[in-house]
């Protein structure tokens, strides 16, 4: 339960003035959440010096002004396209005042002929007169207060200006209370920081603009609470599971052997190695928990097959986890025929699975008639029951969180687990999603692939472009269109692919099919079934295709305004066209003007095929904000600390959390206590609970 001293934090931004129906939905979609404390995160991005106080005469235009001046002229429109304007003056000059779109009544209020008014906003010249648009503050004076000669700035959006979320600011941050200490003080003392309510308070409050820079002290000081939380909760985890006794998987390797010689190929280096790695944990007495990360078309599938058959050996039940319906299909798919081989049973169960078919499943898991069930989500329910589960498999994608794969092993008897990511991640990032995990790498594919051919195409191009695809496709060739994310709104993203569609279409045809992430998983599973049957031979889609999906038929790939993806997001796209032997084609067809870290993207991308090196090049080239570009592929998102520039405090909190553990495994000493606070400010709740059960 969440302690009582933060329940003003986790308030609904309901509670506070001004925030209405209207303003709710904005502000929580800005902040990424509805609670004061998700307000609180949304640290500002400038501040707005007023203090520059000129007379007419003297000001300079451009630069934001502080105006004493009276009332001398109002002129308002003859038409609605005209502004309604109102003329002021001090003494030593005129500036006329501009207002668009704006009652003429509030402006008659505001500013009353004759009254003297303080004005301020940015100053523009035009045709060698003074004018200022929409000035952002006038004031009486009696009202001088009221105006702010500095005012903290922050992240927008259409319909907030910047004085509502100053005024919701103010009072979320009045609600913030006295927290213990969680931080050791010593170091606190070292960093120079302050206590967590004055850095936070400061942070809403910037003097200077260093103030607002990452490295400023206010700004590390919350951005070590979050990442010190995110450690923290990590290593419960894992204290957790490496606490409870494992057990000792060592098969007679029948099973594995026979798999290797029906196989139509050997086994990589890499791919043995990564074995050896995962046998020994399998065999070690204590409880498993290990990352395998591996490229896309790295031949994780078939190391996760070996190390399953190792439980199997044993006489007991392995099971594997996809983040979709279709790839554990596609699993299914590469497995059962293996399977069926070595005489073992291996089933599907995911949410579609109904009626009979899941009562056989269920009842001859708990028989143990099956030896590998193949899954999504479905695996969780409680009526899903094994009967000796000695290993799991999530094949993840990032999209479970850390307790999900610890539940789902909670099925399993003592059970090992191997997570599977296809994302390379830097080891920065490991850390910050992981903690500290084992992890073994696939870095080598196998050999006799065809490097990718990849080309940057401006858009202008496109017409070539669609010219050059149907001569693909009648040739033989299955293909994907990639549609961009367009910025913010993802009705927009679907309009465009839709567009795509229709405009394909016209020159394709039936050929064409559409596949978004709006689609129900049932109408997704048809389209991309034909995709693979080949009834449709050119797939139109958003990102949804991004997540691991099959079709080694498929060699070409076009990907619409490549410059708005992430590095990391590009190649696994990429990767979809690399699963064959076959020579493949990637088209990144690029809009002008290309930013420099765009066209720095698109240059490695052109250059490389190796997945971790454009994973290290993605994180230096990213300029701040979103780490690893991608949202959707769930990557521990960090709403304080930027991976760009608070590295080194990542890896002292890393260490801060291995030593509190040791110290205090339960966090009952009054630093222990403080931090159980911080794992609820920062929603670790999950983390905290574990020492209750
Ligand atoms: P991923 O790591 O992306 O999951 P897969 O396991 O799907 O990769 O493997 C991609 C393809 O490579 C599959 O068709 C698989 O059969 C094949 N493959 C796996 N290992 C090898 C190998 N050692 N030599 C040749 N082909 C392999
Ligand atoms: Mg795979």
């Not at 009353?112 to 004076?141: C, W």
């Not at 280096?269 to 790695?277: D, H, R, S, T």
Request: glycine share 6%.
């Amino acid at each position: 339960m969440r302690p009582e001293i933060l329940y003003p934090l986790f308030a609904d931004i309901s509670s506070i003035k001004g925030i209405g129906d209207r303003a709710y939905k904005l502000v929580s979609n800005l902040i990424g959440g509805s609670k004061v404390v998700n307000l609180l995160w949304h640290l500002p991005s400038g501040r707005i010096d007023r203090s520059y106080r000129p007379i007419l005469a003297e000001a300079v235009p451009g630069r934001i002004c502080t105006i004493t001046a009276k009332v001398v002229q109002h002129i308002p429109p003859k038409n609605n396209k005209q502004p309604y304007r109102v003329v002021v003056e001090d003494g030593s000059g005129e500036l006329t005042l501009i207002f668009f779109k704006i009652y003429a009544d509030s402006i008659r209020k505001n500013l009353p002929l004759g009254a003297t008014r303080i004005i301020s906003g940015k100053l523009e010249s035009f045709n060698g007169a003074l004018q200022m648009s929409h000035p952002d503050y006038i004031v009486s004076l009696d009202n001088a207060e009221k105006l702010p000669l500095s005012e903290t700035v922050y992240p927008l959006t259409a319909g907030i200006s910047n004085k509502m979320i100053n005024k919701y600011m103010q009072q979320a941050l009045s609600r913030v209370p006295n927290l213990p200490n969680w931080l050791d003080e010593n170091f606190c003392r070292q960093q120079k920081w302050d206590d967590f309510k004055t850095s936070l308070i400061r942070a809403h409050h910037p003097q200077y603009q260093t103030d607002l820079e990452p490295f400023a002290k206010e700004r590390c000081r919350l951005a070590y609470d979050e990442l010190l939380a995110n450690q923290l909760a990590l290593a419960i985890v894992r204290q957790k599971v490496k606490k409870q006794a494992g057990r000792s998987l060592r098969g007679n390797q029948m099973l594995r052997k026979k798999l290797l010689e029906i196989l139509p190929f050997k086994l990589t280096k890499a791919q043995q190695n990564v074995l050896k790695e995962i046998y020994d944990d399998q065999a070690s007495p204590y409880r498993m928990l290990r990352l395998l990360q591996g490229d896309v078309g790295s031949g994780k599938t078939i190391v996760a097959l070996l190390s399953m058959l190792n439980a199997v050996e044993c006489g007991a039940q392995a099971t594997i986890m996809a983040p979709t319906e279709i790839l554990a299909k596609q699993h299914l798919e590469t497995m059962a025929p293996l399977c069926e081989e070595l005489h073992l049973r291996a089933e599907l169960l995911t949410g579609k699975t109904k009626g009979k078919a899941r009562q056989k499943i269920l009842t001859e898991l708990e028989e143990g008639k099956i030896n590998i069930l193949i899954g999504t989500h479905a695996l969780f329910q409680e009526d899903v029951k094994f009967k000796d589960l000695a290993y799991v498999v999530v094949d993840e994608q990032h999209r479970f969180g850390v307790h999900q794969r610890l539940s789902l092993s909670e099925k399993g008897n003592k059970a090992d687990i191997l997570v599977m990511t296809a994302t390379p991640i830097p080891r920065t990032l490991v850390l910050t999603a992981y903690g500290d995990m084992e992890y073994s790498k696939i870095d080598q594919v196998p050999e006799g692939r065809k490097p990718v051919d990849t080309r940057t195409i401006p858009l202008e191009k496109i017409a070539e472009v669609v010219q050059a695809l149907k001569r693909k496709l009648q040739s033989g060739a299955r293909a994907y269109w990639v549609c961009p994310l367009v910025e913010e709104s993802e009705k927009s993203d679907l309009a465009a692919a839709e567009e795509r569609f229709a405009s394909l279409e016209k020159i394709f045809g039936k050929d064409v099919g559409l596949v978004h992430g709006k689609m129900k998983e049932k109408e997704k599973d048809a389209v991309m079934e034909k995709f693979k049957k080949g009834e449709i031979k050119l797939l139109v889609a958003t990102t949804v295709i991004e997540v691991g999906v099959n079709v080694p038929e498929a060699t070409v790939m076009v990907i619409e305004h490549a410059e708005r993806f992430g590095l990391a997001q590009l190649h696994q796209l990429r990767g979809r066209i690399k699963r064959g032997y076959e020579a493949s084609t990637c088209l990144l067809l690029y809009n002008y003007p290309l930013s420099e870290t765009a066209r720095e993207r698109l240059n490695i991308m052109r250059e490389s095929e190796d997945g971790f090196l454009i994973a290290e090049k993605d994180l230096e080239l990213r300029g701040g904000g979103e780490i690893l570009g991608t949202r959707q592929s769930g990557f521990t998102e960090f709403k304080l600390a930027d991976m760009n520039f608070h590295k080194n405090l990542l890896h002292i909190a890393n260490q801060d959390a291995k030593m509190i553990l040791e110290l205090d495994p339960n966090l009952e000493t009054p630093r222990g206590k403080a931090l159980r606070i911080l794992l609820y400010l920062f929603e670790k709740d999950d983390s905290v609970k574990t020492y209750r059960s």
